[in-house]
């Protein structure tokens, strides 16, 4: 699966990585929908930190389609809010 993560790049993750980043999302959605500033920065950090982690970085210069798109590590509250879905950033 590719991920684009806005304003750095894309990303190659396996299928075997999703539960773990599931499990990051929901506690994001979790912060986000308490309003609790803190723990949304720390969640969107540890979510983005992990797919940096344990994707494989694409170069610059390759265009493949992104299956997922997360948002920038310095994105609002506001602006994850509203690029969740009905299964948050990480569907599964």
């Known amino acids: 699966m590719i991920i684009r993560i806005m304003g750095e790049g894309q990303v190659e993750i396996s299928d075997g990585d ?19 500033e803190a723990e949304f920065r ?19 210069e390759s265009l493949e389609p992104s299956e997922l798109i997360l948002p920038p590590a310095d994105a609002s509250i506001e602006e994850v809010r509203a690029m ?5 950033l990480i569907p599964g």
């Open 18 to 36: 999703l539960d773990v980043l599931n499990t990051l999302d929901a506690e994001l959605e979790q912060a986000i929908n308490a309003d609790d």
């Open 42 to 60: 720390v969640k969107l950090h540890a979510l983005l930190d992990k797919v940096r982690h344990v994707g494989k970085a694409l170069p610059d």
């Open 84 to 88: 969740l879905g009905d299964s948050g």
